[in-house]
């Protein structure tokens, strides 16, 4: 067929370039949507550095961290405002559920959501036991590739720049210190032990040395360690101490940095996806607390001699009838369930991912979690990993420990994130590595409650449980919006926290400390799962006996981290298809 005959048949030059490429089986050429995700994705793993390493991601580098310091921040978000405006000169694809359209909204999201957070500063007051990079960067090395020799050179180099990190670390909180940015006080204090906790014969930062019996490889980490990394980590806590803080500030909200007033809203959306009010936060919240509370009356009734709400939620942590014994037990408690919810799936999801998970106690430094999920490889070969908290025993409840691993694990984050991880070609990989707040923690509380559609808490203290997590998530929405907007003391947040969670005394005093340093990121949780809870009453509603709960729970999860307006226009689009019979 002649081109000519094809224009006279009134196609465009795009629909000839389709037929021509259909009739020589060359496949079409990709979009201009596709090519700048492609041109993002690349700038991201250079500029991330770490991505390729989490992920395990074919062809990947592993030799360097990010570039932290103020320059290199700054040439980052020239790059994402181009980026920006040419993906609105683009345009948005209609054809929702489309490759096209998932990663344009990925890309948008990602892209708007920097530019609109960039006024809270974020990078001049990570100081905190939340937000300091001590928190996160460590656990690379736990994963860090080092089957042949080359991947060990690249393994010494990154460790060569964890110095340099540091330090660039100090030199922006020195500068965030002199333009009246800091991370309150309270928060800040217990930082220097942390970070000294990473130094002695038991560094995580020596963990490549003992994951291979390579002598000269062994030998070297032990130099770069003691040259370089002690010296670093030493630096940085002695810093925080005898500098920092004493000029951190005194005020938990937000609005005491510059520009605090607008920081708020805009981490808002940034976290949720969509722009909510403060106050509507708050009075979602207290619904939501007042909801849970009747639950939990109904089964203390039932099954506990009846009684006061707040006053049970502390029993369960106190009582050793409720408690563990050992450290053992708490780690069996978490894996028998592990075994129990997995076997449970299928019944729920019609596509499951390929990795595994494992539960792990936490390390050492990082003891003061209460549950934390770090990601399987993209080709679903390394498991995920759950870290769990296991010391003092007796202080931790049965309790929870099912509705938080079925938050982390399955159906939760890792359900959700291996089959992102493992979409392979049916998305553009940005599906795979992108992730959001609002759709990613708003899943994964939902899923606390598809456990127990599925019979996963077999007993009425799991029953418990599982409403202690949801109240306090519902909680996190008043106490959050109270302390950054509301003038709430730390006390006020505590008491608040212990009212109307089971959590133990510990895990509450870091929460709410978390979120002092860590502002809306706690109204992700029950504003996403409020959401994903509506979609999926208007698909039961619309379908009635043609609602199928496995093609529902695959199209929720089955895009990767899509934010809620997405979902939204998502599941609209695949009620109408299923009343279709499409």
Same mark, same amino acid.
């Given at each position: ?47 991330? !550095? ?20 103020? =320059? ?41 959501? =920097? ?67 800091? !991370? ?42 003691? /040259? ?100 053992? *037990? ?13 076997? !449970? ?43 769990? *908290? ?40 940005? =599906? ?15 899923? /606390? ?134």
């Amino acid at each position: 067929m002649k081109t000519s005959t094809l224009i006279q048949r009134g196609l465009s030059a795009g629909a000839i370039a389709l037929v021509l490429a259909a009739c020589d089986n060359t496949p079409p050429p990709p979009s201009a949507i596709e090519q700048l995700a492609d041109e993002y994705l690349e700038g991201l793993m250079a500029s991330d !550095a770490l991505m390729g390493t989490y992920y395990s991601i074919e062809g990947a580098r592993h030799n360097r961290l990010p570039d932290n310091s103020l =320059a290199g921040i700054s040439a980052w978000q020239a790059k994402e405002d181009a980026w920006l405006a040419e993906l609105e000169r683009i345009g948005a694809p209609a054809d929702i559920g489309s490759r096209d359209w998932v990663t344009h909204g990925l890309l948008k999201e990602q892209l708007e959501g =920097a530019a609109a957070t960039r006024i809270c500063r974020n990078e001049l007051w990570g100081a905190s036991t939340t937000t300091s990079w001590h928190t996160w960067l460590p656990f690379v090395f736990d994963i860090q590739p080092l089957e042949t020799a080359d991947l060990r050179e690249q393994a010494l180099a990154r460790l060569a720049a964890v110095p340099t990190y540091i330090d660039n670390e100090i030199a922006n909180l020195r500068e965030g210190l002199r333009l009246g940015y800091s !991370a309150p006080r309270v928060t800040v204090e217990a930082v220097p032990g942390q970070v000294r906790s990473l130094i002695g014969p038991d560094s995580i930062f020596l963990g490549p040395a003992t994951r291979s019996d390579d002598t000269a490889f062994t030998a070297a980490v032990k130099n770069v360690y003691d /040259e370089q990394i002690a010296p670093a980590l030493t630096r940085y806590a002695d810093f925080i101490e005898n500098e920092y803080l004493d000029q951190a500030r005194e005020t938990l909200a937000v609005s005491g940095n510059p520009d605090g007033e607008a920081c708020y809203p805009a981490l808002v959306r940034s976290f949720v996806t969509v722009a909510v009010p403060a106050e509507e936060i708050h009075a979602v919240g207290l619904e939501q607390v007042a909801n849970i509370r009747e639950e939990i009356q109904v089964t203390l009734d039932e099954h506990f001699g009846g009684g006061d709400v707040s006053a049970f939620l502390r029993q369960v942590n106190e009582d050793p009838a409720f408690t563990f014994d050992t450290e053992a *037990a708490v780690l069996k408690y978490s894996t028998d369930a592990l075994d129990a919810v997995k076997a !449970a799936m299928p019944k729920a999801f019609g596509v499951l991912p390929k990795a595994d998970v494992l539960v792990k106690p936490y390390p050492e430094f990082a003891e003061s979690g209460s549950g934390e999920y770090h990601s399987s490889s993209e080709d679903g070969t390394r498991p995920g990993i759950f870290y769990i *908290a296991v010391t003092d025993p007796t202080g931790r409840s049965r309790s929870n420990q099912l509705a938080t691993l079925h938050h982390e694990t399955f159906p939760g984050h890792h359900l959700q994130g291996a089959i992102a991880l493992e979409l392979g070609d049916q998305q553009h990989p940005l =599906a795979r590595y992108l992730w959001n707040s609002g759709y990613g923690e708003g899943w994964a509380l939902y899923s /606390e409650r598809l456990a127990d559609e599925l019979g996963l808490y077999p007993t009425p203290l799991d029953r418990i449980g599982l409403y202690s997590d949801q109240i306090a998530r519902a909680s996190r929405l008043v106490m959050d919006s109270g302390l950054h907007t509301m003038g709430w003391t730390r006390q006020q947040a505590v008491d608040y926290m212990m009212a109307n969670s089971g959590w133990a005394p510990v895990d509450i005093q870091n929460e709410v400390d978390r979120y002092i340093s860590w502002p809306a990121q706690a109204t992700s949780y029950m504003l996403g799962m409020l959401e994903i809870r509506r979609l999926r009453t208007l698909a039961e509603t619309r379908l009635g006996e043609d609602f199928d709960m496995r093609g529902f729970h695959d199209r929720v999860v089955g895009m990767g981290s899509i934010t809620l307006p997405m979902l939204e226009e998502s599941i609209e689009a695949w009620i109408a298809a299923q009343q279709t019979g499409g």
